[in-house]
């Protein structure tokens, strides 16, 4: 058993109730006769060091109740004598779309030979963090979370010496909590990557990249500091301010040499811009955040290489802890988004431990409403029954590249409580608005961007989208079901029943389905609403072509967003007949984004110029070509 011995501890004397920084340190002696480890976990993050070196960091984002442990072997780092460990922690303690406010704590034990020589208890030396800010700062966005605000004058060599001004002894928690080890891979942030120098306190990597901040700049003076970063450039400069959103770090530097690296904002970005020229400039840039995969060789043919190329790269920068749903902006896991990336990692790395993480980080809890939440994990509330019902196709997928029915066991229940609620609420055999965000796409008339604010149930409003995901959950249950020697039999039947509801319900008299009905009239004609009749198979046999035609050639519907291309071609592949035409249109709209210098690929074709100026640049859903590209050479799936 882990952390029998240790101890959750912090701060005898703590400053805020959020964004605290505190600093740890622990003398033991070295012993040679095994390996020795380091276990460590944060109730939010920290960066730990041995002997003034850096050994790692990155608390895997959690849930109170199931807190993931990182286990180091430290052997290497060890002197004769007296040994030092230090602890930089981070307690955000407030709601973020990746982490769940969940009070202060670290804790950690060091074994070696066998035994416990070391445990966090009261005796460990802690004080209040000398450099970095605590208490509120800016945010960077509500999703992401607060920014920070760092100060050279405070830096004085603990982590090396264990010794500093303000130590003292720590305060102990007896809250103990259930711990799991990583369940995916640690990051490589080994990589350097210097930014180049344009003028005017510019700088440029050259294309999108993901990691945390490193510089070493000359001063002549104490002076203030500000750093933007991100994506977009705007009359020459780094747009920090997205209204309420401020990509921005500060730092108050002091005279001489001042030398940084940053271990818990990671940053999505193409430039970093300074406020001031009046420093000297020695190194400027990120040490590189990458999941560590291998590449399978590329098979795109039909795909352009570069776009191919493109959109694996963009897959990379959105995954690290988990899947995001883009670098800059959220880094969130939204379980629609993760689909697209699980799908699409399967064919470009042939890995399945990112999906299988992800799979059992999105089903350990429930809304209050008993449905899986939009982000996980996340204390949000907030749902959107596509984004539930949707999921058991992941756990599907995910059996058909893995074999591995062990994660479709351990969310089995979770999974069925979902399927039971969405059942319970139909009406007339089909689901109603309910009390959620019934969200389709950013589009007119499919955003429902009101009812993120005023949830409403309205038993009298249906809409095709989620009936077609309800008969596709209702079916890709079955198949789970089915998979863990269970009887699936009962889904199948009520998918087939509410298929032919939604069919009378939702088909206009010009051929094509409708999104809504309410009391018998129908309304909004969209490519989206014709995708998944296709999709869950609502269009019958002889209705099919003239759906077909509409989504292959110019239309009046409204039209498809970036986020549900993978499900039209989806529908087009399984058809047959539509090679030409699918690789003709990722060619023509992801080649427009990369004509437009696009190095990953967009949230949406337009890119920045949406969502008021915060279209992000690089964005998980948008990796499609990677799918295209092995369907074309006859992939499975």
């Not at 352009?304 to 749903?325: G, N």
């Not at 399927?419 to 139909?426: D, F, L, T």
């Not at 437009?596 to 640049?617: M, V």
Request: proline share 3%.
């Amino acid at each position: 058993m882990v952390f029998e011995k240790a101890q959750w501890i912090w701060l005898k004397y703590s400053a805020s109730d959020v964004n605290e920084y505190a600093d740890f340190t622990a003398a033991f002696p070295a012993r040679t006769d095994g390996k020795t480890t380091l276990r460590i976990c944060s109730k939010s993050d920290y960066a730990c060091f041995l002997n003034g070196r850096f050994i790692g960091f990155n608390q895997f984002p959690d849930f109170p109740d199931r807190k993931v442990y990182d286990e180091y072997d430290i052997s290497e780092y060890l002197v004769k004598g007296e040994n030092l460990l230090a602890v930089l922690a981070l307690s955000k303690n407030y709601d973020t779309s990746s982490h769940i406010k969940n009070g202060k704590g670290i804790i950690f034990e060091i074994e070696s030979g066998g035994k416990i020589i070391l445990a966090s208890d009261a005796h460990v030396s802690s004080r209040l963090s000398a450099t970095y800010r605590s208490g509120p700062v800016p945010l960077v966005t509500g999703q992401l979370g607060m920014s920070f605000a760092y100060d050279f004058n405070g830096t004085d060599g603990w982590t090396e010496t264990g010794r500093g001004e303000g130590f003292a002894e720590s305060v102990v928690s007896d809250r103990k909590g259930n711990f799991v080890p990583r369940p995916v891979k640690r990051l490589n942030v080994s990589e350097k990557i210097p930014f180049r120098d344009v003028g005017g306190g510019l700088y440029d990597a050259g294309r999108e990249c993901v990691g945390y901040l490193f510089f070493e700049v000359e001063s002549d003076a104490e002076k203030e500091l500000t750093l933007s970063y991100g994506e977009h450039i705007v009359d020459g400069g780094v747009r920090r301010k997205i209204h309420s959103r401020d990509f921005s770090v500060r730092f108050r530097l002091k005279k001489g040499r001042n030398i940084f690296r940053s271990y818990f904002l990671r940053f999505g970005l193409r430039y970093i811009q300074l406020d001031r020229t009046d420093l000297t400039i020695k190194e400027m840039g990120i040490y590189g955040a990458r999941y560590p995969v291998e590449h399978v060789p590329y098979a795109g043919n039909g795909i352009p290489r570069e776009i191919y190329d493109t959109a694996v790269y963009t897959l990379e920068c959105c995954m690290h802890e988990h899947y995001e749903d883009c670098p800059w902006r959220e880094q969130a896991q939204y379980t629609m988004d993760s689909r697209t990336q699980m799908l699409c990692g399967y064919y470009a790395f042939g890995e399945t431990e990112m999906a299988a993480g992800a799979l059992r980080t999105m089903a350990h809890r429930l809304t209050a409403q008993g449905v899986f939440p939009i982000t996980s994990p996340s204390a949000t509330q907030l749902s959107i029954p596509s984004f539930s019902l949707i999921y058991p196709l992941l756990l599907r997928e995910y059996y058909e590249f893995s074999k591995d029915a062990s994660v479709l066991e351990d969310v089995y229940e979770n999974t069925k409580s979902v399927i039971e609620h969405y059942i319970s609420a139909r009406i007339d055999g089909l689901l109603p608005s309910l009390a959620e965000w019934n969200f389709f796409e950013w589009e007119n008339g499919l955003d429902n961007a009101s009812e993120i604010s005023v949830q409403r149930y309205n038993e009298k409003l249906f809409s095709l989208p989620v009936n077609a995901f309800f008969i596709n959950a209702l079916e890709n249950f079955a198949f789970v079901s089915e998979v863990l020697k269970k009887d699936g039999g009962a889904y199948r039947l009520l998918a087939e029943e509410t298929r032919r509801k939604a069919h009378d319900v939702f088909l206009g008299e010009n051929g094509l389905f409708y999104t809504y009905s309410e009391n018998g009239l129908k309304s909004n004609l969209s490519e989206y609403s014709q995708v998944f009749a296709l999709y869950a198979r609502i269009a019958e046999k002889n209705e099919r072509g003239r759906l077909l035609y509409e989504l292959t050639h110019e239309n009046e519907l409204v039209p498809l967003t970036v986020s549900s291309y993978i499900f039209k071609y989806e529908v087009l592949f399984s058809e047959g007949g539509y090679e030409d035409y699918i690789a003709r249109d990722v060619s023509e709209k992801w080649g427009y984004m990369l004509k437009r210098g696009a190095t990953t690929f967009w949230e949406t074709i337009k890119g920045e110029a949406d969502f008021e100026g915060a279209g992000s640049l690089c964005h998980g859903w948008s990796a499609v070509p990677v799918y295209v590209a092995w369907k074309l050479q006859g992939g499975k799936g």
